[in-house]
């Protein structure tokens, strides 16, 4: 079945440095790729998405990239803030079979942004 | 829209008491979700229902537990008998057929001891 793998499982910046996160899946017919944030305590809240018809979606100091061909895609955060700490997790939509539609998370990522 | 409702926000129990956990999904939404997370294992899915009926439940862990969904703006997860190794935040997440993303809930935070 569909596999999402997530690197890395932490990662510590410095506030005003970029941080990547780098998903790989392995169902070649997903079409459905988004990110979700997790502060300390809450709830998991989306916070961008890209489809597979797009190579790149930007929304302010956010951005994801998807690679097709290679089956991956990241997440770009520039010039982080302390308030982006979190866990940040990636998902592939399933494509087939009777879970059809689903969402296949990955492990998560623990990002610590250091003021 | 409230979003997804979840209750009780945290449970504290003590092992062999029986745990019912609660969710109101979206109203609208067709899909109900059921997930456990922890530091070991990330989320989990437990059970997830299309339309209220139960459609894969291959990741619940044992027959300890068990799920329902008698309406569409209700559904009970239940651990009878609760272990210590079922304490753990448990996430409602529902969406609609027309839409790919999920909405979670508050989360129940679950301890047995």
């Known amino acids: 079945g569909e596999n999402v793998e997530q690197h890395p499982s932490t990662l510590s910046v410095q506030e005003g440095d970029s941080a990547v996160i780098k998903c790989t899946y392995s169902?070649?017919?997903?079409?459905?790729f988004p990110w979700y944030k997790q502060e300390l305590g809450k709830r998991p809240q989306l916070i961008i998405d890209i489809r597979s018809n797009v190579g790149e979606k930007k929304d302010q100091r956010i951005a994801v990239t998807l690679n097709k061909t290679a089956k991956h895609f990241s997440l770009h955060i520039t010039e982080t803030q302390p308030e982006d700490s979190a866990v940040y997790f990636c998902a592939a939509r399933l494509s087939y079979g009777g879970s059809q539609g689903n969402l296949i998370f990955g492990k998560g990522t623990k990002l610590s942004v250091k003021p | 829209d409230a979003g997804v409702i979840q209750s009780p926000r945290h449970e504290v129990t003590e092992m062999g008491q029986e745990v019912t956990l609660r969710c109101k999904p979206i109203s609208g939404h067709d899909y109900l979700f059921w997930y456990r997370q922890t530091m070991m294992r990330g989320l989990e899915l437990l059970i997830y229902?299309?339309?209220?009926?139960?459609?894969?439940d291959s990741g619940m862990p044992e027959d300890r537990f068990s799920a329902k969904m008698p309406n569409a703006s209700f559904s009970t997860l239940k651990i009878q008998p609760s272990e210590p190794r079922d304490s753990a935040v448990y996430f409602c997440?529902?969406?609609?057929?027309?839409?790919?993303?999920?909405?979670f809930g508050s989360g129940t935070r679950l301890t047995v001891v």
């Open positions: 997440a529902s969406r609609s057929q027309g839409s790919y993303g999920y909405t």
């Open positions: 169902d070649s017919a997903s079409n459905y």
């Open positions: 229902f299309n339309n209220n009926v139960p459609i894969d």
